[in-house]
Each structure stands twice: as C-alpha cells, then as structure tokens.
C-alpha cells in the first residue's frame, strides 16, 4: 500500500517537473521574442490577452472532459497540444502567428488544469490512509521550481543564439512528458462510461450545474475565486516586464536567463518559508492574506528606485511572496472542495476565474504601460492588490470546515 501511494505522488512529481521545465525553456526571452517581432508593450500584452481569453472559454469544457472521460487522457493531450504550441512559436514573427501558438498553448494548459491535481488527490483518496497535501504541493513547487533555474538558464544562453531556439527546445521535452504520461499515469481508479453525444452532453451540463451551485453556496471557495482574480490581475505587469525592465538596465538575454533562475530561487526560498509560516499565522487564509499583501508592496517597491540593486531586491523580494502563497492557495482550494466528483471541474472553474482577472490585468497594465510607462503599470498592479486584500480580510472570516 505504501509503495503504491509513493508511486502516484512520484509520478505527480516527475511529470510536474518535466512540464516546467519545458516552459523554464523561454522564460528569459519570452515578452523579448515578441517586442522582437516589432510589437509594443500593449501589442505584446495583447498576446497573452489571447491564452487569457481562451483559458477562461475552455476551462470548464475541459475541467468536465477531465471528469466525464478521465484525467489521465485529459493531461496527456494537454502535453501535445503544448508540443504544437511551441513549435509553431519558434515559426512565428507576427501577431496573428502569436496569438494561434498562445491559442493552441491555452487549450493544453485547460486540459491539464484541474485535472493534474483531481487525478492526485482522487488517485491518494482511492489508496487509503491520510495524506497532507500542503507538504506535497509544497514539495511539488520546490521540484518545479528548482527545475526551472537550469532550463531557464540554458533557455537565456540558447537565447543569445536565436531567441527562437528555447521554444523548439520546450516544444520537444513537451513531447517527451506526453509520452512519459502515457506510460506512467494509472487510474484505477475511474469508472470510465460509454456515453452517446447526447447523453455526454447531458452529463457536462449536470456536472457543471452542481459545481456552479457550489460555488454559489461556499463561502470560502468565493473567497478563492476573489483571490485568484485578483493575484492574477496584479501579476501580470511583472510578467510581461521584467525582462524589459532589466534589459532597459544593460542585461542581454542571457543575463535574463540567469535572473529567470533567481527567479525560481527566490519562489524555492517563499516555499520553504510558507512551511514555517503556520507557526506564526495559523489559518491558511490569513497566510495567503499575508502573502498577497507583501507581494503587492514590494511590486510598488520594485520600481520606486533606479538603481539595479533595490530594484532586484524589491523584485526579488515579490517572488518570494508568490512562492510563500501558492502551496498555500492549493491546498486551501483542495480543502474547500468537498466534491470529489466535480473536483476537476471546480479546479478548472477556479482557474478560469483566475485567468479572467488576468486577461483584465494584461490589458490595464499595457495600457498604463504604452501611454504611462511600465513603472505605472507596477504601481497600479501592486496598489490593487494590497487594496482588494485588505478589503478581503476586513469582509470575510468565516473558516474551512
């Protein structure tokens, strides 16, 4: 029993580190590659706008596939259709390439969103025995993100050399963890039916009916709901400008590649602290109130100065904070699910949330950003979001059960 539980959560880790680091590959030259083919901040905004938009189109049709059909089929088309993705970016030098690599990126990322973590948690459940899922999503974090320092590294360095190249290099190792999942993915598990069209159909609109109500009901899953819409909002100016805001210091792509690595440092540094953060603040919901407001303080902070050493300590200092609040967000989004059959679809509808407030964030801050500059947008993105946190404590305090 016991080496039948490790082996899900070794598959979970393995597969989990394999898709960062395809996505580490282009981490230093990503918003570069696209202000590269003659874009400007809001144009390149806008590109992202599109995976934003798509996201939140697919995610529920996607998060119920995962529960009808299966996570396992869900994740592994996920990977390959991550594979075209990224490949049809290294062909690409407009918009309207752009955005069909960001479209074909978004559909994967729904098909894996939701369902990774159902096939976990339900694969755990199925097995027996008590599991704490802070300490596996908090180990799963460290492994992906200590994955992603050597391949965002190697992405910059590959980078110097055709800032297409760590797209073609994501788009190959994508391939290999759709493979890998093929082989190494069991659910026992799931009760896989025969449906018609129809009756499929009919199945999709009860399942997302039932997790609708849910949602309407829990009065801490809307309080996830509001958090993600909201970290995402003010993530986005960061995102999208970090490597403009370093190359406007002097850094080539390589020296983004090694910032994309202190980056994932800085995230490796938030996740050991978020273990440690109990003894100080019990709840995890005031942990990720905690977390939020610090990240927003040090976004404003970052580009406050114009000297490079607060400005990457400022910077550096925000990852930390984000590193600290996600382990936490999942398993407080975990807890707050009760439903184990709609488990990937409000996974998904959680997501889709989230990612409507990031397409809001993308388009403000390229806006602010194009006609203010990008110090504005920081500004705005980390205002918001210590505003709305704070709002949130003041406004909610009923706990998980």
């Known amino acids: 029993m016991w080496r039948r539980v490790t082996g899900v959560v070794v598959s979970y880790y393995i597969l989990s580190a394999l898709t960062s680091i395809s996505m580490g ?22 590109v992202n706008v599109v995976y934003f938009a798509v996201i939140t189109l697919c995610e529920i049709p996607t998060g119920l596939f995962a529960d009808i059909f299966g996570r396992k089929g869900s994740f592994v088309i996920s990977c390959f259709m991550e594979t ?18 960001e479209a074909l990126g978004a559909v994967g990322r729904t098909f894996a969103s939701g369902a990774f973590d159902a096939w976990l948690v339900d694969s755990l459940k199925n097995e027996g025995g008590s599991h704490n899922l802070l300490k596996i999503f908090a180990k799963r974090s460290l492994i992906c993100r200590t994955s992603v320092i050597v391949s965002a590294i190697i992405g910059g360095w590959i980078g110097d050399r055709g800032m297409n190249l760590p797209f073609f290099a994501g788009s190959i190792l994508y391939f290999i963890t759709g493979v890998t999942a093929l082989l190494i993915m069991k659910e026992t598990y ?3 039916v025969k449906f018609s069209f129809s009756k499929g159909i009919q199945e999709m609109k009860s399942t997302w009916n039932r997790s609708l109500a849910f949602a309407k009901s829990d009065i801490n899953f809307r309080f996830i709901l509001i958090i993600s819409a909201v970290q995402m909002f003010a ?24 910032i994309g690595g202190f980056i994932n440092a800085a995230i490796i540094t938030g996740l050991i602290l978020s273990r440690k953060l109990g003894r100080f603040i019990k709840e995890e919901r005031n942990q990720m109130i905690f977390t939020q407001i610090l990240t927003g303080v040090c976004i404003v902070l970052t580009v406050s100065f ?3 050493y607060p400005i990457a300590i400022f910077f550096f200092l925000h990852e930390i904070g984000r590193g600290m609040s996600g382990p936490v967000m999942d398993s407080y989004t975990q807890k707050c699910i009760t439903s184990s059959k709609e488990r990937a679809t409000l996974g998904s509808f959680g997501s889709m949330v989230g990612h409507f407030g990031g397409a809001l964030g993308l388009i403000t801050s390229g806006l602010i950003a194009k ?16 505003l709305v946190t704070l709002w949130l404590m003041r406004n909610n305090h009923r706990k998980t059960e």
Do not use: H
């Not at 993530?235 to 590649?257: C, H, I, R, T």
């Open 25 to 46: 590959f282009i981490m230093g030259v990503y918003s570069n590659f696209l202000r590269s083919g003659g874009l400007d901040e809001f144009s390149v905004n806008m």
């Open 84 to 101: 075209l993705s990224f490949a049809i970016y290294g062909f690409s030098r407009s918009f309207a390439s752009f955005a069909t690599a």
């Open 190 to 192: 799931f009760e896989r």
């Open 235 to 258: 993530y986005m100016a960061p995102n999208m400008e970090w490597q403009k805001v370093f190359s406007d210091l002097g850094l080539s792509n390589s020296w983004n590649g090694l």
């Open 306 to 308: 114009v000297n490079i």
């Open 371 to 386: 006609y203010a500059g990008i110090t504005s947008a920081w500004i705005v993105s980390g205002t918001v979001l210590v």
